[in-house]
């Protein structure tokens, strides 16, 4: 195993520094980039197996459980029920549709597509493959998408807030509900001042506090067995009811929530989170097929693109409202 996780620490390290350069960036993306090159480029001997498959489950559950220590419930129940409600049925709507358009995809890519659109971009897809069951591909095509999108986003958002006219504050809400990838988020609200980015950035965080009841309402449906003709088919293996990163994300928000998080661990949770998911992310990028990837990419990304049409005008039309 340790191989593996000495590469897998190289390949982190390099991403840290690469994020750090470019601030739209986040680790999930660049992690998972430098793995599809590693594999492309490189190639995997089986020394390395052991320590990339721990750090594909193990630390990339890990880190996704640790986002739970970034969400401050205060701030995101400051905006009150009107905003958020504006926000979590932009989010709803998005994923069912995007759902809807990629079921011939397959159900796990379609799964994947919808999550990482609707809710947290690259973070969204790894977790709720823990129960949608999809392979390294899935994953791959998805959290290429999204990044994608989120990029063409950083331009077309701000244009969107130019030609309404929006306040500093209605433009955060849309960047921080329309967005994909925090980094992304964090990049528009840099650029156009201190107001936009906190306000973006607690909206944002406020459409990652679904991704808990998500993964666990879709774990409740995919136990199910499929039924063709009338007959139930011979069911998968069940994924998990409720995963364990899952019960630690709500643990997590709970804790801060209640003041039981000192300030200095959660600076540092920041830090360890960011690492633990570009680890994962990296491991799981050297199991990907990059031709394959490449074949499959044109409808997982108009499906995408759709999904993420539909959440910018919903979330512009609400902001216009209210």
């Known amino acids: ?11 982190t390290a390099v991403g840290r520094v690469v994020g750090s350069l470019v601030p739209a960036a986040s680790a999930l993306i660049v992690g998972i980039l430098l793995g599809v090159a590693w594999r492309s480029f490189a190639g995997v ?3 390395f197996a052991p ?5 594909q489950t193990w630390l990339l559950r890990a880190g996704v459980m640790l986002l739970g220590l970034q969400l401050a419930v205060a701030h995101v129940v400051h905006f009150g029920p009107a905003l958020l409600a504006v926000v979590f049925f932009s ?26 659109v609707s809710i947290c ?18 994953v791959a095509t998805a959290v290429t998408a999204v990044t994608v999108l989120g990029t ?32 992304q988020v964090v990049a528009i609200g840099g ?69 039981a998080v000192p300030a200095p661990v959660l600076d540092l949770s920041t830090v360890v989170t960011n690492l633990l998911l570009g680890a994962g992310m990296f491991a799981l990028g050297a199991a990907v097929d990059l031709r394959a990837v490449v074949r499959s990419g044109g409808p997982s990304l108009a499906v ?10 919903l979330t512009t039309v609400g902001v216009l409202i209210i």
């Open 152 to 183: 063409v986003a950083i331009g077309a958002v701000p244009l969107v807030a130019w030609l309404f006219g929006l306040s500093d504050q209605d433009f955060g809400v849309l960047a921080g509900a329309s967005v994909h990838e925090v980094g």
């Open 304 to 313: 995408a693109g759709v999904g993420s049409a539909c959440l910018l005008t």
């Open 1 to 11: 195993m340790l191989p593996g996780l000495v590469l897998v620490a190289v390949a």
């Open 191 to 259: 650029a156009a001042g201190g107001l936009v980015l906190q306000v973006a950035v607690v909206i944002k965080l406020a459409r990652v506090v679904l991704l808990a009841p998500l993964v666990i309402g879709l774990g409740v449906y995919l136990r199910q067995p499929a039924v063709v003709g009338g007959a139930a088919l011979a069911p998968r293996a069940r994924p998990p009811l409720v995963p364990w990163f899952v019960t630690g994300f709500v643990v997590l928000v709970v804790a801060r929530a209640l003041g």
């Open 91 to 116: 989010v709803a709507v998005t994923f069912a549709v995007t759902w809807r358009l990629g079921r011939r995809l397959g159900r796990s890519r379609s799964l994947l597509l919808a999550t990482g």
């Open 51 to 55: 320590g990339l498959r721990f750090a």
């Open 45 to 47: 001997r089986p020394e």
């Open 121 to 138: 971009g690259a973070s969204a897809v790894a977790a709720v493959n823990t129960v949608a069951d999809g392979d390294e591909e899935d």
